[in-house]
């Protein structure tokens, strides 16, 4: 049977225990179309990024 042979300290078992808290990122509304969208990103429904056109939408 795996037995540790020597004991984690307290550092490692709380960075280990770090991944635990992470949690999805917020949604954040287009400023040109409304819809939700990933921050950072261009908006998949119109197309734009930083009041750009960057990419053409099919609706075009």
Known sequence: MGVPKRRHSKTRKNM????DKIEA???ISCPQCHE???PHRVCPECGY??????????SE
């Open 49 to 58: 990024y930083k009041d750009k056109e960057v990419i053409k939408t099919a």
């Open 25 to 27: 990122p917020g949604f």
């Open 36 to 38: 939700p969208k990933m």
């Open 16 to 19: 280990r225990r770090a991944q």
